[in-house]
T-cell receptor, first 114, second 116 residues
Framework: AQSVTQPDIHITVSEGASLELRCNYS??????LFWYVQSPGQGLQLLLK??????LVQGIKGFEAEFKRSQSSFNLRKPSVHWSDAAEYFC????????????FGKGTRLSVIA | GAVVSQHPSWVICKSGTSVKIECRSL??????MFWYRQFPKQSLMLMAT?????????EQGVEKDKFLINHASLTLSTLTVTSAHPEDSSFYIC????????????FGPGTRLTVT
């Protein structure tokens, strides 16, 4: 069965510092990978996605993620964090099948300090 | 494009009453929609998969008679929480997957349900 692990429940970084959120997945085939961000009381916003091709994916808000098949990882990075980036971040895995829902990790809460 | 809306965005109801939440794909047709539930500070838990014109598929542990799902058209799925109780209070999020975009899900903004 497919699963997603986000090892870090909560991360605190200083504004302007770099950020890396970890995501590991377990999947039997080539996965489709996603990162979503959720602000308190809000829905999910797609940051970026990987389906195939270049393993370094650029997303919105200055985020990027790198797919590493050998490590079953899809870590999210940002070179310089802004206070507005404080939110909950979810990694998800899916596949190109009409009735297959995404499987989400438990999320990582990001706090940004001055 | 690919916008999904939910209505209402928040609702308060009394214990024992029923509440209907609508999920609409505004600019595409969605053959499959998913309903998730999210408790505070937790991840999304899939409740059911809704396919247009057929019965929903519920995840293990989700009461199908309590959470009624209807996907009557390619742009609308509804979730009705029947005889709601305080423990049903949660954040409900739907997502939609269209026939031409089967590898992506587009999420609605969520509905906050509070049962008093």
């Amino acid at each position: 069965a497919q699963s997603v692990t986000q090892p870090d429940i909560h991360i605190t970084v200083s504004e302007g510092a770099s950020l890396e959120l970890r995501c590991n997945y377990s999947y039997g085939a080539t996965p489709y990978l996603f990162w979503y961000v959720q602000s308190p009381g809000q829905g999910l916003q797609l940051l970026l996605k990987y389906f195939s091709g270049d393993t370094l994916v650029q997303g919105i808000k200055g985020f990027e993620a790198e797919f590493k098949r050998s490590q079953s990882s899809f870590n999210l990075r940002k070179p310089s964090v802004h206070w507005s980036d404080a939110a909950e971040y979810f990694c998800a895995v899916g596949r190109n099948s009409g009735n297959t829902p995404l499987v989400f990790g438990k999320g990582t809460r990001l706090s940004v300090i001055a | 494009g690919a916008v999904v809306s939910q209505h209402p965005s928040w609702v308060i109801c009394k214990s024992g009453t029923s509440v209907k939440i609508e999920c609409r794909s505004l600019d595409f047709q969605a053959t499959t929609m998913f309903w998730y539930r999210q408790f505070p500070k937790q991840s999304l838990m899939l409740m059911a998969t809704s396919n247009e014109g057929s019965k929903a598929t519920y995840e293990q542990g989700v009461e199908k008679d309590k959470f009624l799902i209807n996907h009557a058209s390619l742009t609308l799925s509804t979730l009705t929480v029947t005889s709601a109780h305080p423990e049903d209070s949660s954040f409900y999020i739907c997502s939609a997957r269209g026939p031409g975009r089967s590898y992506e899900q587009y999420f609605g903004p969520g509905t906050r349900l509070t049962v008093t």
